[in-house]
């Protein structure tokens, strides 16, 4: 990380909700790690904010949950299973998708 990259990178759902995360943590989704490359010529990797028109704030705090989970367990040998509402099921698997 260059000395003018922030610890903190700001995640914006589709509803204009903001999640402020560590950026090691942001990075673990592939998509995310591709727009905060300082190498690319994204203005996410300039101005450290990721817009995703497609995911609602209520996916993208459990998506930022998991982010920092799967920081948390990375190294753990049975991993217990993460609780969030059945109903959004669907929703996360979509997003799961585009952020693998």
Same mark, same amino acid.
């Given at each position: 990380? $260059? $000395? $003018?990259?922030? $610890?903190?990178?700001? %995640?914006?759902?589709?509803?204009?909700? +903001?999640?402020?995360? =560590? =950026?090691?943590? /942001?990075?673990?989704?592939?998509?995310?790690? =591709?727009?905060?490359?300082?190498?690319?010529?994204? /203005?996410?990797?300039?101005?450290? =904010?990721?817009?995703?028109?497609?995911?609602?704030?209520?996916? @993208?705090?459990?998506?930022?949950?998991? @982010?920092?989970?799967?920081?948390?367990?990375?190294?753990?040998?049975?991993?217990?299973?993460?609780?969030?509402?059945? +109903? @959004?099921? @669907?929703?996360?698997?979509? /997003?799961?998708?585009? %952020?693998?």
């Amino acid at each position: 990380m $260059s $000395s $003018s990259q922030s $610890s903190y990178v700001t %995640l914006i759902s589709s509803d204009g909700f +903001e999640f402020i995360v =560590r =950026r090691e943590s /942001a990075c673990v989704a592939g998509p995310i790690k =591709r727009m905060l490359d300082p190498t690319s010529n994204f /203005a996410e990797a300039v101005s450290g =904010r990721c817009v995703f028109s497609n995911i609602s704030g209520a996916i @993208l705090e459990i998506v930022c949950e998991y @982010l920092y989970f799967n920081e948390k367990t990375k190294d753990e040998i049975d991993v217990p299973d993460m609780d969030f509402p059945s +109903e @959004l099921c @669907l929703e996360l698997l979509m /997003a799961a998708d585009f %952020l693998q």
